[in-house]
């Protein structure tokens, strides 16, 4: 389906502001190939709208399902440990990257200290608490358990994170598992929130190829070696992303290719953001994303994560 057949809204309706144009491994995004998410059209707790509409979409955007105060609140605690490795600048509820890191200096087990971030109560609140776990176990119909394991992103000016399916790094256990993106505070587009590629649910060619690869057992990489802009027009296709507010959630199923904006917010500050995979309580377990702590890839732990890393440490964020 051409991106003219199908939803409503052009990305310049919802597009940037401050005259930032979108971009996408530095390359601008023209307007055609841009987006707006679909909204459900009523709010509440709507089970099954949004089932139909994570069926139809690939995804379901909820707008203020969280307290927006407490995602505040877990957004100043992250920053508050980033300032204290001396990653981030006073004042600290800004988010501005200072340009320097005492993280290796004062905490020599970097998987430690990123995993105790990861573990911060309050932002556990947010991404395990019973909130998310009624929207979670109402979209999956049945009683539902999170993953032990937290993929908290700060990504800084100028990153974004690559496209790619998150089947191939959790598909040892169940089926079923959905992935709850939570923006940590007002994201809007120029600070290169989430996109997923439009109609990707149904790409049953790209679907099939990567359906059992596993990252850890196979030579295949996770993430597509084309950038985002490229594969949508290939596609004749659109990314699809909108101005994100603390309190929303975007949830996706394994099959829905997505991947980030890059961050233009400008004035040096990160974006904040984590992902909470949700699947049935009774299904099969991926072991490398539970236990006290999660192995994750290699044995790694939270170690195996970007976020491991000091700020403005040369990589790109998967």
């Known amino acids: 389906m051409s991106p003219t057949q199908q939803g409503p809204d052009p990305a310049q309706s919802d597009g940037p502001h401050a005259g930032v144009v979108p971009r996408v491994a530095g390359r601008p995004i023209p307007p055609h190939r841009l987006g707006r998410l679909r909204e459900p059209e009523h709010g509440g707790f709507q089970p099954q709208v949004w089932q139909e509409s994570l069926?139809?979409?690939?995804?379901?955007?909820?707008?203020?399902?969280l307290d927006p105060a407490a995602v505040r609140r877990a957004r100043l605690d992250v920053l508050e440990q980033l300032a204290d490795a001396g990653e981030i600048a006073d004042p600290v509820e800004q988010g501005i990257v200072s340009g320097r890191s005492l993280r290796a200096e004062r905490y020599p087990d970097l998987g430690a200290f990123w995993r105790a971030v990861c573990e911060l109560p309050r932002l556990r609140a947010l991404s395990?608490?019973?909130?998310?776990?009624?929207?979670?176990?109402?979209?999956?119909?049945?009683?539902?358990?999170?993953?032990?394991?937290?993929?908290?992103?700060?990504?800084?000016?100028?990153?974004?994170?690559?496209?790619?399916?998150?089947?191939?790094y959790m598909n040892r256990g169940s089926s079923r598992v959905c992935t709850a993106w939570i923006p940590l505070g007002d994201v809007p587009v120029e600070a290169g929130p989430l996109a997923v590629v439009e109609g990707s649910h149904r790409y049953t060619d790209l679907i099939e190829r990567y359906r059992g690869v596993d990252v850890d057992r196979h030579a295949m990489p996770g993430s597509f070696?084309?950038?985002?802009?490229?594969?949508?027009?290939?596609?004749?296709?659109?990314?699809?992303?909108?101005d994100f507010?603390?309190?929303?959630?975007?949830?996706?199923?394994m099959f829905t290719l997505h991947g980030s904006l890059d961050n233009q917010w400008g004035g040096g500050r990160v974006r904040l953001s984590c992902d909470a995979?949700?699947?049935?309580?009774?299904?099969?377990?991926?072991d490398r994303w539970f236990g006290d702590p999660p192995a994750a890839h290699h044995g790694q732990g939270y170690g195996g994560l970007n976020g491991a890393r000091p700020l403005g440490a040369a990589h790109r964020d998967r």
Request: aromatic content about 8%.
């Open 245 to 253: 507010r603390a309190g929303d959630v975007l949830v996706f199923g």
């Open 225 to 242: 070696p084309e950038d985002a802009l490229a594969f949508v027009e290939s596609r004749d296709t659109r990314l699809l992303t909108t």
């Open 55 to 65: 069926a139809r979409d690939g995804y379901l955007l909820l707008r203020s399902v």
């Open 277 to 286: 995979r949700w699947q049935p309580l009774d299904d099969a377990r991926d």
């Open 128 to 168: 395990h608490g019973a909130g998310l776990a009624g929207v979670m176990g109402g979209l999956l119909g049945q009683p539902v358990v999170p993953f032990d394991f937290l993929w908290l992103r700060a990504i800084t000016e100028g990153r974004a994170t690559p496209l790619h399916f998150d089947h191939v």
